[in-house]
């Protein structure tokens, strides 16, 4: 004769509430540094959302970066992007002046709050002009598979008319999973 199993059975009481799938990037806070070795790149991550033109904002600081907050978390899958300048008012060279200059295997850091430490190898860069959209932005912005992060800088020629570079260097750059550094939840400065 068949008898029964002996699985527990699980159900939520009024008292116990059902424990979820902790989230790691909720719990590691936001990304707070950015390094680039090859090029020598150290700098911190500040949050930017969108401007009122609905672009991208940039980073206050000429050393920092911006990343995109109502995107992807550097890390998880989807397109993760991270701005930062090329040059001050000034003409000299802002935090992605070498952006240009990286190679595909080029190793690049993210650090979150809590000390998570994320290590992402450049596969590519593509130059697009400053205004592109539909397809190309959904390929820097939009979901993805794999959990990618895009740098973007300005390139191209200065055009006084619009007070922009005529063009925008993305490099793309895919997280090298075994390569994670937990943090083990200590603060890093925000």
Known sequence: SATATSWPTLAASATVPPTGTPDP??????????????????????QVGLTIERRMDVPSGW??????????????????????????????PAVFWDLDKLSPGDEI????????????????SQTY?????GPIIDSIFGSSMTPDLNLITCDG??????ATYTQRLVVFATLIPERTVRGGGGAYPA
């Open 63 to 92: 050393m920092n970066v911006g990343w995109y907050r109502e995107g992807f978390y550097p890390g998880e899958p989807g397109n993760a992007v991270i701005a930062g300048h090329l040059d001050s008012t000034g003409g000299g």
């Open 129 to 133: 002009a400053h205004d592109a959209s």
């Open 109 to 124: 850091f993210v650090t979150y709050q809590n000390g998570d430490r994320y290590t992402f190898v450049m596969q590519s």
């Open 25 to 46: 990037f909720a719990a590691a806070g936001a990304p707070v540094r950015l390094e680039i070795p090859a090029i020598g790149v150290d700098g911190y991550v500040e």
């Open 157 to 162: 020629a200065w055009d006084r008319g619009q």
